[in-house]
């Protein structure tokens, strides 16, 4: 997946994690000419998930605030979902608590 472009806009730069439902990559949105993160669901996802996918993204879109990761996009990109966030550098959670 390292250098797949999503959405012909967003490369995918370097995997930063991966759950159950899918994974998130660290991207560069070629048209903006900046880093993001993008979470990309597995595509066997069902219809009524997608939907679900969908109301979350723009539900978040809307929250402006320091502690929550700002929504830049979201779409299917061959029937998968991604959704585009501001990218955070730093430690994960579990390394700060250790």
Request: glycine share 8%; charged share 35%; aromatic share 8%.
């Amino acid at each position: 997946m390292l250098g797949r472009v999503i959405a012909d806009k967003y490369e995918l730069r370097r995997k930063i994690g991966q759950g159950g439902m899918g994974q998130v990559w660290e991207a560069h949105d070629r048209a903006l000419e900046r880093d993001v993160a993008i979470k990309l669901l597995a595509d066997r996802t069902t219809a009524a998930f997608k939907a679900r996918f969908q109301r979350e993204a723009r539900a978040l879109a809307q929250v402006q605030s320091d502690h929550i990761v700002q929504v830049y996009d979201f779409g299917l990109d061959e029937d998968a979902p991604y959704m585009v966030m501001e990218l955070l550098v730093g430690e994960d959670l579990e390394t700060r608590m250790r």
